[in-house]
């Protein structure tokens, strides 16, 4: 698994990271055993970064991760663990002394002593204001505390990367966690690159599958994509279908082409989700991407390329 450099952090990540949230049963139950076994042939297969949240489940990802971690038994700087604060089962709350509680709370479920990344989670559910001047600076305490080797912010819409990197310091932040924005069917990420690499932040790109929509299956049903875009979606997992291909695994591979990015999310909760990811990584790095069916998907797509869905709270 090939292995890039998360900003100016120093870490190495691999480029298939494990998104842990399927480990909070929230697609589905997953037994402890499944879990173990997923993490730790995801590890032997050169993963090395893990994510969560205590959102996840109502902290039950964070639970599972943990105990998974620990029966790896690898040594702890041979694994990246990033976990957020903020978002939880009962709602958001970004204020100074829930996310320093937060934490805390955090690295006895994951049974550890720091993790590796602290990630704000969703800010656009929160005054933006409130995350610049409170929220972030009590991150900092946090990283300066040794409970978080680097901090960061996640979200949906684009725009709230740059209105949070404006207004801190220089490399107060780390790290970026976008989702949804670097897909076959949404490259607007991209256009961020620049500025991102600009503030010295390393970025992160979650769900390549776009939630759903870019699966044989199709979307679940609470997906907040419009109409057009989910049939546009289907017409490319069909078309896919019918040539023989998988989508999700085309999906993967574009995304993972973008060297800019350092590790795509992918949301994993078997050893055949974990195999598959591996398998698809590896094909792109020995034989490239299916150039031709990649043509016809973006092809089918172009209408509603960029169309996004909004997310969060009004930002005065």
């Known amino acids: 698994m090939e292995l890039r450099e998360l900003g100016r952090t120093g870490l190495k990540l691999s480029t298939v990271g494990f998104g842990a949230s399927p480990l909070g049963n929230v697609f589905g139950d997953v037994s402890e055993e ?3 076994a997923s993490v730790r042939l995801a590890f032997q297969s050169g993963i090395n970064f893990f994510d969560t949240s205590p959102y996840y489940g109502g902290t039950l990802s964070e639970k599972v991760l943990g105990k998974a971690l620990k029966a790896l038994g690898a040594p702890r700087n041979s694994y990246v663990v990033a976990t957020k604060c903020g978002r939880y089962k009962e709602g958001f709350d970004f204020s100074a002394e829930r996310v320093t509680r937060s934490i805390e709370e955090s690295l006895e479920r994951l049974q550890l002593d720091y993790v590796d990344i602290l990630q704000c989670h969703d ?16 991150l900092v305490k946090l990283k300066e505390a040794g409970k978080a080797r680097f901090i960061g912010i996640t979200g949906l819409p684009l725009g709230i990367f740059s209105y949070v990197l404006d207004r801190v310091p220089p490399g107060t932040l780390d790290v970026v966690l976008s989702y949804c924005h670097y897909c076959v069917n949404d490259t607007s990420l991209g256009d961020l690159v620049p500025y991102l690499k600009t503030k010295g ?10 939630m759903g929509l870019l699966t044989e299956s199709g979307p679940p049903e609470w997906h907040p994509a419009s109409l057009e875009l989910k049939s546009a979606c289907q ?19 574009y995304s993972l082409l973008n060297k800019e990015i350092t ?3 992918v949301g994993m909760k078997s050893v ?3 195999e598959e990811n591996v398998a698809a ?11 031709e069916t990649l ?5 089918i797509l172009k209408p509603v390329k960029n169309q996004s869905w909004p997310s969060g709270i009004q930002q005065s």
């Open 34 to 36: 499944q879990a173990n």
């Open 123 to 138: 800010i656009e559910f929160g005054s933006l204001d409130q995350v610049v001047n409170e929220t972030i600076p009590a």
């Open 201 to 210: 932040v390393g970025i992160i790109n979650a769900s390549p599958l776009s």
């Open 235 to 253: 017409a490319a997992a069909t078309h896919c279908k019918e040539k023989g291909k998988n989508i999700s695994k085309l999906a993967l591979q």
């Open 263 to 265: 590790s795509v999310l």
């Open 272 to 274: 055949e989700q974990v």
């Open 281 to 291: 990584a590896r094909e792109l790095a020995t034989s490239g991407i299916d150039e």
């Open 295 to 299: 043509s016809e998907v973006e092809a």
